[in-house]
């Protein structure tokens, strides 16, 4: 569905600021997040987890459990369906070890009880006894001949002979001739980096309450990001038919792409089958941790010829994503995204997913390009500084346009790079003097952004109010945005229209909310059903005037005669035709379903300032500005919060997140308090500039904005904090100890 | 005829090409068309495709059309966060 140029102007509600419909809800306790959902009898859950980062499974005796008062049931692999392949294989072998532990915190039993004590008890009474393996955690080590192999014959065809087995899939894109490239250039920088795995964060731990009965039918709440991906994964998983489990997804407390994977739910629902009781489970902060799905680790090599005048001549880069003990990594998009951002003649990137012995990674806001972006724009800083070149007007100089063939193969269309650079070139921020000790670092960053499989369904109510059912989970402020296009379209109040995230009995079939999808596709997808809605409006006006449909238009929430002949009669409000709309024809709704293709890509730009204390390594970002194209923004203090949400996760990311392995293999920082996530007073003001450059693709313009605010944080940070420390940070996160190590070997030469 | 361009890593699977003419006027007719040409792409895009029409990704819809001049890549099918 293309941009319509009638309506891509002029707006009356689109790019207003009202409040968000679920804001009272919010604040007064009222909304339902996972692990509020109660049913009458239910029972309660803990699992039980390998203590190793790999080990044979040699016997489960539940005996000891089961004989506990208060417990109704315990689960293992034995209670999930048999004969699975592919990534629901994968996904249950995550879910539930079946005769290897794979990382520490791997799932290998369940217990239901009459209260959680009772099940946190018996969980312990499980005995499990397992052969200890050898185990790697390290993406580098894993790589390496001598490394244990994870799981023999789990690579893929992509995968060239010859390498480690752990090795599971390889992507290898570009174009041209980059030793021609590099031979051109008057100066050739060539860097490794690494980058830790980190955790998304959300506050809101995973839970989920499911009944299943003898007959094969259940129903589950669930805090998720997709909630039809749940219901096809947990029938799979159970071996039921997908209609006979109806998933609802409850309010979220944040998921960035970590509520997009299923990792509690079929226990849940196998533990309900078991003991025919309805049965929650909550998973505490240390599970969440060790056993959902944090970022892949990285280690990357970066190559890039410039001239002096600033132009890239060729650019190579190579990048090793561990992604736990299954393959999935985001390999290809790390290296697809990495020099998205300009117009190279000559590039190549290689991606490796490699499997190591730790959780199986998830989506974490435009999965892969973050780290890409920390390398490959720490590399252009550093050919900057040396050849003296203004880094705006170098990423100016080389950067991608509508026309330009991109590093990963197809030609862009209209996109909005250079109008993010020069926004930021023009911004205050970036010509503000520094303060001694202080330094500033620039990024680009890119990411794809999705459409996906979409269904909406809007029903008008007597009074002319309008029920907007939506698929896609709100993850921020998607109700609000739906509304303002409804609004848009129908020509009635915001107010009037409430929207709701409709279970899956209600609607086709909608795909997770990823890929910055939302505002995007079910935003198109509600715009659809919108005129749909209005063209039956404008039919039952037409019936009543006794003139052609065709003769009626919609204008301002009334039908009105269009055209000379039409005849003239008084515009109709929306209310007094759907007052009387079960007497002319029934109930009016309209719907939309289909998978949007038109997604536009979307870059940004940031300026960050950094302050680094070198007595005691810590870093504090002072100042910070996101500038971004956001295509149209519907909402646009929600897209704000998109863009300075992505640069405070961001922060984390660059300066103390970490997943640290000990030397057995075991997670050690599996709490809040051992890894810390920013918090309001590790962060500055976080200025923000929104462009509006818009997606062909969409009737309003709409780009994807979730994903991409978090793509240049990581090398913005680095280049900052690099230029206030006087030396190359190379590895994340910049925490204390690292600055201290990398200013000793400065000092040390 | 539509040439579809394949990322690098798939060369080795279509006989060392990374370029293959296919007959088609869709996107699904490009897949079947290239699996027909080339077995050994049948895990791959059975993994998870997507078609880059005229720089628009094509992330799942078979039946999108394509031209015979049209520029199309085969990709690896996104999943965002």
Known sequence: MALDNTKSTGFTHVGTTPDRPDGVDKVTGRARFGADITAPGMLHAAIVRSPHAHARIKRIDTSKAEALAGVKGVVTRADFATGLTGENWNILENVMAGDTALYDGHAVAAVAATSSLIARDAAKLVVVEYEPLPHVTDVDKAMAADAPVIREGAADTSVPKGLHPNVVRYHESGHGDVEAGFAEADLVVEDHFKTEATHQGYIEPHACLGTLGGDGKGELWCCTQGHWNVQKICAALLGLETANLRVTASEIGGGFGGKTAVFIEPVALALARKTNKPVKLVMPRADVFKATGPTASTSMDIKIGMKKDGTITAAQGTFRLQGGAFPGAPCEFTAMCAFAPYALKNVRQVGYDVMSNRPKQAAYRAPGSPMAAFAVESVIDELCNRLDLDPIETRLKNASKKGTKASFGPTFDRIGLVETLEAAKAHPHYCAPLKPGQGRGISCGFWFNHGGETAVSLALSEDGTAQLAVGTPDIGGSRASMALMAAEELGIPYENIRVTIADTATLGYNEVSHGSRVTYASGLATIQAARDAVKKLCGRAAAKWGIPEDAVKWENGCAVPSGPNAGDFDPLPIAEITKRMGATGGPIVGHFEATPEGAGVSFATHIVDAEVDPETGKTSVVRYTVVQDAGKAIHPTYVEGQFQGGAAQGIGWALNEEYIYGEDGRLQNALFLDYRIPVASDLPMIDTVIVEVPNPGHPYGVRGVGETSICPPLAAIANAVSAAAGVRLRQLPMSPPRILEALEQQRNG | ?81
């Not at chain 2, 005829?1 to 007719?29: C, F, H, P, Q, Y």
């Not at chain 2, 029409?53 to 059309?65: F, H, K, Q, Y």
């Open chain 2, 1 to 81: 005829m539509v040439e579809v361009n394949l990322w690098s890593g798939l060369r080795a699977l279509a006989d060392g090409k990374d370029k293959v003419e296919i007959e088609a006027t869709t996107v699904g007719e490009v897949l079947s068309g290239l699996v027909k040409a080339h077995p050994g792409l049948q895990d791959a895009i059975d993994a998870g495709v997507s078609v880059a029409v005229d720089g628009r990704v094509i992330a799942s819809s078979l039946t999108e059309p394509v031209a015979p001049d049209s520029e199309v890549f085969l990709m690896q099918r996104l999943k965002g966060g």
